[in-house]
């Protein structure tokens, strides 16, 4: 399904959008947070910038995923762990403060990004 290895970020993302990662969230959402428990930088990384994209370019059921209480649990936990690489650390907390900011008028549908907040 992702082959971060092999592709470049941005092939991955424009192959996506629009087809299985809008259509399977649920599925996405569940590969893409085996991804972030990965310890290399770069995977977390590229995973980190695969949600956003998804989040600027798919609808509310993929927004509803990564605000699901599990998802934004596995971005809180890597901002708490010591050994994870600052890059990661700095995009998480730009993503959620983002997002936040994005949804803060679906506050009442999306309540995890600002608790994460």
Not at 57 to 85: E, G, W, Y
Request: hydrophobic share 40%; glycine share 4%.
């Amino acid at each position: 399904f992702f082959f971060f290895k092999q592709k470049t970020a941005y092939e991955i993302l424009s192959g996506l959008v629009g087809s299985e990662m809008c259509i399977r969230d649920r599925d996405a959402i569940n590969h893409i947070s085996g991804r972030l428990k990965k310890k290399n930088t770069r995977i977390q990384l590229l995973s980190l910038e695969l949600v956003d994209f998804g989040i600027n370019n798919c609808t509310t059921p993929f927004h509803t995923q990564v605000a699901s209480k599990p998802f934004m649990a596995i971005l809180i936990r890597l901002l708490k762990i010591k050994d994870v690489a600052p890059e990661v650390t700095k995009k998480i907390q730009k993503l959620i403060q983002k997002w936040t900011s994005k949804f803060s008028k679906e506050a009442d549908i999306l309540p995890q990004y600002q608790e994460a907040y």
